[in-house]
């Protein structure tokens, strides 16, 4: 569908842009070329009457993209998680962008899980409310289980909701062209690996089995995390359109009134819900990305509950233990060994200056820990971090981004707890067990057990493979000559880990 036909709906949108006053302030955030911002006006400021008007109490960018209706909501929301796109400023504005729709009618959505289910709804529900909650995909309705009068939540997706992001998915991808044609500077923020991120982003919400695989995969992870739960997921009334869990019973979590009122310790509470954070983030590399007060609750007994997992983090091991030893040397002051970690993980090319990078992160730490104990933030750390990085010619990874964007809801969360938390006291226990568990003497052992299992398999066949390279290297062509480079290279790298390996196993056990 990606094609000339867009072109109506870029018109609508650079419309909309203008009327609400949007259009410079989305300029200015992606620093466009005077080409671009020529055919940005050329489609919207002729047909500035088409504009949607938007609502006029929102900030610019909120208000023209609530008006534009679902894709461009969620597409918002999805920004606001990349300040290194759109700058922090507008990611800022994003970051409060609101899907509350009008919702569709309780018939349809009833007419939709029966399809899905294959079953009448009366058979499978004793009852199924109005909805409860209306976003730009789906909403939730609250049912009773027929079988054992259980409370669930059933999300449904909106009717035709698919064949509407299709199409404006498309034009975004129309326009990040437009944007790489008109104005090559722009390239560098990569705007087609923008899109294409958010369409995964979308497809995986638009299929609400791989929803619920990442719920369960979450619950799996943290299951005997004292003081946390999770819905469980009902699969066996779940489909592509239809999502049924348990009923979430508690409190907002940002409701603070209410909180007190149940009796529960705000306090501790703040300090979980970040601990929480980083223990899924460090230990498991799965993280809830989208930890907002919406998404949380506080159950009767004190537990914190999450739910809604269309957007979960992930985050490799070997990129963990970097993150880890970051936070670490940061909350030691110890500025070069947070340079060396960023020479060494390769974030920062060889040929700059390890010290004069040190320095820089001791300009980065030191204000921040000269402030009051309840002012020092974890996020601004990290934002300023990214500067000096970028400044210094780190790449920008994707799942630090979104790591940091989570970081910071979650410690707007912890503070509106508790505005006097000390945000390295509580974290100092959770870096510093994961440090010691994934660098240690130990952690070696670990990863030489697990390079042993992977070398186990190959074992049997390494002579094979030797013989058959070498009677291809007897007369070979040129591609074969290629690939026997490649293959001693490889097996060379293996000597060397294993060695490696060896060498530091007799080293921590010395």
């Known amino acids: 569908m990606r094609g000339p036909h867009n072109i109506w709906r870029l018109i609508r949108t650079g419309a909309t842009l203008e009327r609400t006053g949007a259009m410079n302030v989305v300029l200015d955030a992606f620093d466009a ?86 079953y009448s709804i009366d058979v499978i529900f004793d009852n199924f409310s109005e909805p409860v909650a209306a976003a730009s995909i789906a909403q939730v309705h609250k049912a009773t289980l027929a079988s054992n009068g259980e409370e669930v939540a059933v999300k449904v997706l909106r009717p035709g909701i698919e064949k509407a992001f299709r199409k404006d998915v498309d034009a975004f991808y129309l326009a990040a062209r ?15 690996e923008v899109i294409e991120h958010f369409d995964g982003v ?130 030691r002051k110890d500025y070069k060994r947070v340079a060396e970690v960023h020479f060494e993980a390769g974030y920062v090319p060889a040929h700059k200056d390890v010290d004069e990078f040190a320095r820089a992160l001791r300009a980065v730490g030191e204000p921040i820990f000269g402030m009051d104990a309840n002012r020092i933030s974890m996020a601004r750390l990290l934002s300023y971090l990214f500067e000096v990085t ?57 990863d030489l057990t697990r390079t042993a299992r992977v070398l186990s398999r190959f074992g049997p066949r390494l002579p094979a493979m030797v013989e058959a390279a070498l009677i291809r290297q007897s007369n070979p062509p040129e591609t074969s000559r290629q690939g026997f480079k490649r293959w001693l290279v490889a097996a060379a790298l293996v000597g060397a880990a294993a060695s490696a390996g060896i060498i530091a196993l007799v080293e921590a056990l010395g």
């Open 202 to 331: 979308v497809r995986g919400e638009l299929d609400l089995r791989l929803e619920s695989s990442a719920a369960s995969e979450f619950a799996a992870n943290t299951k005997g995390d004292a003081g946390f739960q999770l819905p469980e997921i009902k699969w066996d009334l779940s489909a592509r359109r239809v999502m049924t869990l348990g009923w979430a019973d508690g409190v907002p979590m940002g409701d603070n009134a209410a909180i007190d009122a149940a009796g529960h310790d705000r306090v501790a509470l703040s300090e979980r819900v970040l601990q929480l954070f980083l223990l899924h983030a460090l230990r498991d590399g799965y993280f809830h990305a989208d930890m907002h007060q919406g998404n949380l609750k506080v159950a009767p007994n004190g537990d914190i509950i999450a739910y809604d997992f269309g957007i979960m983090g992930h985050i490799d091991e070997y990129t963990r233990r970097v993150y880890a030893e970051i936070l670490y040397g940061f909350i």
């Open 390 to 446: 970028e400044r210094f010619g780190m790449e920008t990874r994707t799942e630090l981004i979104l790591l940091q964007r989570t970081m910071v809801v979650v410690e707007g969360v912890a503070r509106s707890l508790n505005p006097n938390m000390n945000i390295w006291q509580v974290a100092s226990p959770i870096v510093t067990d994961y440090i010691t568990k994934s660098i240690g003497p130990r952690a070696v052992i670990d």
């Open 33 to 118: 070329s005077p080409a671009l911002r020529f055919v940005a006006r050329a489609l919207g400021l002729p047909f500035k009457f088409l504009g949607y008007k938007g609502d006029a109490s929102m900030p610019p960018a909120t208000r023209a993209l609530t008006a534009l209706g679902p894709a461009y909501i969620k597409f918002g929301q999805v920004l606001s998680t990349r300040p290194d796109v759109v700058g922090d400023e507008l990611a800022i504005q994003l970051r409060v962008l609101q899907d509350k729709l009008p919702p569709f009618p309780v018939e349809v959505a009833k007419a939709e899980v029966e399809k899905e289910l294959g």
């Open 178 to 192: 437009m944007v790489e044609l008109f104005s090559p500077g722009s390239r560098r923020l990569r705007p087609m």
